[in-house]
C-alpha cells in the first residue's frame, strides 16, 4: 500500500488509533476509486457496499427537492469519511455523493467494515462523534435557513468552507477552492444569479477576494455578515 495512504488513514479521526499494523490492513483491503468531476459516487435509495474515505478532491452530499432542485446537505474533503449511515442501519443510501473535483477514495467494503468495528471499539466511539458533529451541522443549516437572511447564509457557507476546506495563508486570509455559484446556492437556499451578485458585494466591501475558481476570505471580517 503507498505510503500516502497510510498516512491519509491516520490523520483520518475515525482511524486515528489504529497501530499502523493496522492501518497497513486497512489499505490492503481497500480498494482504490478515482472520480472525475461531477461523477455520481452513489445515488440515493442504492444498496451500500461500504465506507468511503476522501484521499484527495472534493465531494457533496445531496438530495433532490420537491422542485426538481438538488438540496446540498455537506461538502467532505480530504481525511473525511462518508457512506457509514446504511452500513450501520443496513437500509439503501438516505443521499447522493457527487464528486465537486476529481477526486480519490480509499473504498472500505462493508464487511471488513463490521469486522473492523468488532475488533476496535473505539472506531465506534469515534465514528459516533462524527454522526453527532453532522446532526449538529444540518441543525445550524436548519437554523441559517429559518433565521439569517440570504448574505448571513452566504456568509456562514464561505465562513465553514474555509474552516473545514480552506488553507489558512497566516496573514488573515484564508484561501479556497470555490465550488461553483450553482452548488452555493443550493447549499444555501438561494438562486445561482443571487450568488453571483452576492459574492460580488462582499469583494466590493473586501471581505472575500475571487479569483478564477479560487475565493480568498478574510474571515474576521466576514463573521459579522454571518450574524
Avoid at 467532505?76 to 439503501?92: A, R, T, V, Y
Avoid at 469486522?115 to 436548519?142: F, H, T, V
Avoid at 475565493?215 to 466576514?222: E, K
Amino acid at each position: 500500500m503507498p505510503l500516502n495512504f497510510t498516512e491519509l488513514l491516520r490523520k483520518a479521526p475515525i482511524f486515528s488509533e489504529l497501530s499502523l499494523e493496522e492501518l497497513e490492513h486497512v489499505g490492503r483491503v481497500a480498494r482504490r476509486l478515482e472520480f472525475a468531476r461531477d461523477e455520481i459516487v452513489f445515488a440515493m435509495d442504492e444498496n451500500a457496499d461500504g465506507l468511503y474515505v476522501i484521499a484527495s478532491g472534493r465531494v457533496k452530499v445531496c438530495l433532490p427537492s420537491v422542485t426538481g432542485r438538488e438540496v446540498i446537505l455537506a461538502t467532505l474533503g480530504p481525511g473525511q469519511f462518508f457512506g457509514e449511515m446504511s452500513l450501520l442501519d443496513h437500509s439503501p443510501r438516505s443521499a447522493s455523493v457527487v464528486a465537486q473535483l476529481p477526486t480519490v477514495c480509499l473504498h472500505l467494503h462493508h464487511q471488513d467494515f463490521d469486522r473492523l468495528l468488532d475488533e476496535r471499539p473505539a472506531i465506534s466511539r469515534k465514528l459516533l462523534k462524527e454522526l453527532s458533529l453532522r446532526l449538529r451541522r444540518a441543525n445550524s443549516q436548519m437554523e441559517s435557513l429559518g433565521t439569517l437572511d440570504v448574505i448571513g447564509r452566504l456568509a456562514r457557507f464561505l465562513i465553514g468552507m474555509a474552516r473545514e476546506h480552506g488553507q489558512d495563508l497566516g496573514n488573515g486570509w484564508v484561501a479556497v477552492r470555490r465550488p461553483t455559484h450553482v452548488d452555493i446556492a443550493n447549499s444555501i437556499g438561494s438562486t445561482r444569479e443571487t450568488v453571483t451578485r452576492l459574492l460580488a458585494d462582499l469583494e466590493a466591501r473586501g471581505v472575500v477576494i475571487n479569483e478564477g475558481k479560487m475565493s480568498y476570505i478574510r474571515q474576521s471580517t466576514l463573521r459579522d455578515a454571518a450574524q
